[in-house]
Nanobody, 125 residues
Framework: VQLLESGGGSAEAGGSLRRSCVVSGDTGSRKLFMGWFRRALGEERDAVAISCIGGCNPWYAASVKGRFTVSDDSIKRTLYLEMNTLKPEDTAMYFC??????????????????WGQGTQVTVSS
């Protein structure tokens, strides 16, 4: 399984960005848990939003709830992250991740063995 990320980049505070993550390879026929994570400079990698391709209720970190939206397209095997009302504190390296063997939602980075290449998102004030 491989993940290819796109989108993101730079925005001003209050702006929006969109990220995509395309899944390739055999993930089985069941729903695939995936997540968006971020790591700010000098900090740990934390979950931002967890969802799945195939339909499930998403989870959001409190810091992004109401501003970020995760969605999926099972035909395109793609996970999206729509980031609105961006704040400077959203500046971080953003990654998508997949957990083909996961049976229940988890927010722990260690539960996700497959990672995308990551993209820097910078929000200026």
């Amino acid at each position: 399984v491989q993940l290819l990320e796109s989108g993101g980049g730079s925005a001003e505070a209050g702006g929006s960005l969109r990220r995509s993550c395309v899944v390739s390879g055999d993930t089985g026929s069941r729903k695939l848990f995936m997540g968006w994570f971020r790591r700010a400079l000098g900090e740990e990698r934390d979950a931002v939003a967890i969802s799945c391709i195939g339909g499930c209720n998403p989870w959001y970190a409190a810091s992004v709830k109401g501003r970020f939206t995760v969605s999926d397209d099972s035909i395109k095997r793609t996970l999206y992250l729509e980031m609105n009302t961006l704040k400077p504190e959203d500046t971080a390296m953003y990654f998508c991740a997949a957990a083909p063997a996961l049976r229940a939602l988890s927010v722990a980075p260690a539960a996700f063995p497959v990672w995308g290449q990551g993209t820097q998102v910078t929000v200026s004030s």
